[in-house]
């Protein structure tokens, strides 16, 4: 009989110690699947999307430009390619720029009829110091776009690199494709995120073409329209960047976090050597005004977090554009957010006479490290993130 307890004891605890190393492996699992911290490293480029078109009254593009400068910005994002913006940004001594193919020329960088034409548009900058990547349309498969340029994207990356290469500038120009958010199927839990949807297939060959050609993967992203689209379930204060979340295993610093882990499980989910595809965070913003909790205390919040985030959002962050530079009061009125979306038009981080919203804070430079940068500006530090300010979402 002792020897039948003894036995019992002993299968009990064979059989609890194999539990154990079975929970055990799964959380580790499930840890692995959770983003790869960041290393320390060179900061991403942070700057500003600028476009001065919908303004009342546009500002000068040269002061508009030294508004920047005043706040360290040097790098911008724009909507176009045209040489006297570019000019000016020469002049102004910003010399890392993302522009734009608009999607009206998709169709003829996919036969090749415009790829020269377009590319030397470049060459004269290129040799004075400037670099560039090449979005490929803007947003060029979301929803609202009539034509379906898709199936183009993939041959019209193709065809503008090869381009660049003709003209001796494919090793300072990076070309890629601005989608947004819409090209994911699933964004929640973010490591879980997949891309999907009728563009699936082309979304695949634009990731294929950018990894072959050692480019970076662009997204819009922003935790403004998750919020308001879902304000019943979405915290504000995460996605305002002021508070963190425990998804399952994994810790995320804020909304933004999540969205970018979402977009990069996405690209692995292809390929896992995709794992290290740089990443363009093109497009992200919070409005000042035209709905509620779009203020400038909460644009200022946003602008904040961002930044302070920026490298720690992912491994292979590249580049961050703040939505954007100046207020365009006109935006609405052209249909940009919908006729009813007021908001559309309060995205800047300066108004339309070029006052900044948020007085005091500059943007880290190239030879700023973020630890520093933070630590010299406390006054831009998010308030201390306890664990009473972090959701845990169960999966």
Not at 59 to 64: I, K, L, P, Q, R
Not at 255 to 265: H, T
Not at 284 to 294: F, I, L, Q
Not at 330 to 346: D, I, L
Request: glycine fraction near 6%; hydrophobic fraction near 40%; include cysteine.
């Amino acid at each position: 009989l002792d020897f039948r307890r003894r036995s019992k004891a002993i299968s009990v605890v064979f059989a609890s110690a194999i539990i154990v190393a079975l929970l055990v492996a799964v959380f580790h699992k499930q840890r692995s699947s959770c983003p790869a911290a960041a290393q320390a490293g060179s900061p991403p480029l942070v700057g500003v999307g600028l476009s001065l078109q919908f303004q009342t009254v546009p500002m000068n593009m040269d002061e508009a430009m030294q508004k920047l400068q005043s706040v360290n910005v040097a790098s911008i994002r724009l909507w176009d390619f045209n040489p006297e913006t570019l000019q000016a940004a020469l002049r102004n001594n910003i010399k890392s720029v993302y522009v734009t193919v608009p999607n009206d020329l998709i169709f003829a960088l996919a036969s090749d009829s415009a790829t020269d034409q377009i590319a030397s548009v470049f060459k004269p900058f290129q040799s004075q110091g400037m670099k560039f990547i090449v979005g490929v349309g803007n947003e060029p498969t979301a929803k609202w776009e009539p034509t379906r340029y898709g199936m183009a994207l993939p041959q019209a990356v193709q065809n503008l690199h090869r381009g660049l290469q003709r003209h001796g500038l494919n090793q300072d120009i990076k070309v890629s494709v601005p989608f947004e958010l819409s090209i994911m199927e699933k964004t929640y839990p973010p490591q879980e995120g997949k891309f999907g949807g009728a563009d699936y297939e082309a979304i695949k060959q634009v990731a294929k073409v950018i990894h072959e050609t050692r480019s970076v993967f662009t997204v819009h992203l922003y935790p403004w329209f998750a919020w308001k689209d879902n304000t019943d379930s979405v915290d504000l204060r995460l996605a305002l960047g002021l508070k963190g979340s425990t998804v399952g295993n994994c810790d995320y610093e804020n909304l933004l976090a999540q969205q970018v882990a979402s977009v990069r499980a996405a690209l692995v989910g292809l390929d896992g050597e995709y794992a290290s595809i740089p990443l363009v965070i093109a497009e992200t913003g919070w409005p000042s005004a035209g709905y509620r909790e779009a203020t400038v205390e909460n644009t200022c919040h946003f602008a904040r977090s961002t930044i302070a985030s920026a490298a720690r959002l992912d491994q292979h962050i590249h580049a961050i554009y703040y939505f954007s530079a100046f207020d365009e009061s006109q935006k609405s009125r052209h249909g940009h957010g919908g006729s009813s979306r007021e908001e559309e038009n309060h995205f800047g981080l300066f108004d339309e006479q070029g006052v900044l919203k948020c007085p005091g804070p500059k943007f880290p430079t190239a030879s700023t490290s973020l630890a520093l940068y933070n630590a010299s500006l406390p006054h831009w530090n998010l308030a201390d993130k306890g664990e009473h300010d972090r959701v845990t979402v169960s999966i």
